[in-house]
């Protein structure tokens, strides 16, 4: 009886002991995926952060980027500011009006009056009036800036725009980035244009500076928006 008793004891201590190897086992298991997986959650989550952060001071941007962003800003020489709400209004809407037939050679033919002017609708220009002076409220009207007359049609809710050749103007090339958390200044340099639209354009570096000025853009959520204008020299 002893034998047997002992034998028992000797059996369920082994299977104790197989059962206590098996738990640690699985907890070993266990704590290595949970590892594995917060490693994994980890990497993707610093990778995401990584790319929001340069989103959200935007590192993404390089001159190119900015050179084509402020091609209808420079265009026709705006008067400096130092702050958006002393910029000349007229020049707001004209910014407005050239980047959205900018727009338009890519996506399509605006429609044309009897006597050949593009109909350019109210809508675009509106967008883009948000997109560049975050204006949400413009006051329209007609104007001219010498060479154009920009014709408001308040019934149509559109501008007339002349289709006449543009061969005085400017194109920006920026020489420099300076970046803050919610902003960029950049140093840009003004070349006389030729051919607006044309692949002449965009060698622009080739060309004589004819002023060089400082952009103020300010940043809120990845969209930029003129702040400032001020000649340098």
Known sequence: MTDEKSQDNEARIKAHRRKRN???ALG???LVLALAGFCFIMFFAVKAGVAYIKNFVGLEE???YFEKYLEPVVMFDPKPFNDIS???QEWEI???IWASLDENEKNGAYASTADGREILPLKDVEANLKKYFGIVN???MSFSNGDFTYEYNRKGQCYYIPLIAVTSYYIPDVKNISRNFNSVTLTVDYKEGQNW???DDTASSKKATEKT???VLSRTRGNYRVKSIQEVG
């Open 22 to 24: 098996a738990t640690a």
């Open 28 to 30: 070993a298991g266990i």
């Open 62 to 64: 390089d001159e190119a």
């Open 86 to 88: 002393e910029a000349d």
């Open 94 to 96: 004209e910014t407005a």
């Open 138 to 140: 413009p006051k329209f």
């Open 197 to 199: 639209g044309q692949e």
């Open 213 to 215: 000025v400082k952009i």
